[in-house]
């Protein structure tokens, strides 16, 4: 059984950091394309970044430089740094493991508020 496990989210302050993480099981983790999406109520569900199982990264415009994805293909996990997270940011993220097939993670709340 594929489960992707996301945790890591909360409630931060405007300028802070997170650190999400999503634990893959159930899959050959190592070549798998990893990616962050996030979705906010009333939009669809957008990329936010991507590693390619050779470590290539992309990050969408509006994160570039404050966000960082990586993977540690020993632990199965791949994960998101967020830094100087601006309101704007705030959403549900979740994993997704992409290769011939994609799955998902349930996803993890990220509130950025004062």
């Known amino acids: 059984q594929v489960r992707l496990v996301e945790s890591g989210g909360g409630l931060v302050q405007p300028g802070g950091s997170l650190r999400l993480s999503c634990a893959a099981s159930g899959i050959n983790f190592s070549i798998y394309t990893m990616g962050w999406y996030r979705q906010t109520p009333g939009k669809q569900r957008e990329l936010v970044a991507t590693i390619s199982p050779g470590g290539f990264t992309f990050h969408v415009d509006s994160v570039k430089g404050r966000f960082t994805i990586s993977r540690d293909n020993a632990e199965n996990t791949a994960n998101l740094q967020m830094n100087s997270l601006e309101p704007e940011d705030t959403a549900v993220y979740y994993c997704?493991?992409?290769?011939?097939?994609?799955?998902w993670g349930q996803g993890t709340q990220v509130t950025v508020s004062s």
């Open positions: 997704n493991a992409q290769m011939i097939r994609t799955y």
